[in-house]
């Protein structure tokens, strides 16, 4: 059982960088893959990011790779994405979850959300 809550988000211009967090409660946070989502007005909630337990192996959809880093810190249960080179395209609330059943690009695998973060890159 786990509860998240991201943060970081806010306003930023083209070319721009911004650092998410997602901090957990709870003892067991090591046990959970985890993954970052985004969701634009009208659009579907997209895979950006994900990592495995251990924090050794990361996976970036096309449409970010090169440009945002996922990482973790299981001592301060803490999931981040360094998000830089934004652009417009990347404006979207952005949500951590974390999933048993290792880092997978389906949001359905994902057993735990957090409430969003606003993202906004202007042109």
């Known amino acids: 059982q786990v509860q998240l809550v991201e943060s970081g988000g806010g306003v930023v211009q083209a070319g721009g960088s911004l650092r998410l967090s997602c901090a957990a409660s709870?003892?067991?946070?090591?046990?959970?893959?985890m993954a970052w989502f985004r969701q634009a007005p009208g659009k579907e909630r997209e895979f950006v990011a994900a990592?495995?337990?251990?924090?050794?192996?990361?996976y970036q959809s096309d449409s970010v790779k090169g440009r945002f880093t996922i990482s973790r810190d299981n001592g301060q249960n803490t999931m981040y994405l360094q998000m830089n080179s934004l652009k417009p395209e990347d404006t979207a609330i952005y949500y951590c979850?974390?999933?048993?059943?290792?880092?997978?690009?389906?949001?359905?695998?994902?057993?735990?959300w957090g409430q969003g973060t606003q993202v906004t890159v202007s042109s």
């Open positions: 979850a974390a999933s048993r059943s290792g880092p997978t690009l389906t949001k359905s695998d994902y057993d735990y």
């Open positions: 709870g003892r067991t946070f090591s046990m959970y893959a």
């Open positions: 990592i495995n337990w251990i924090g050794d192996s990361t």
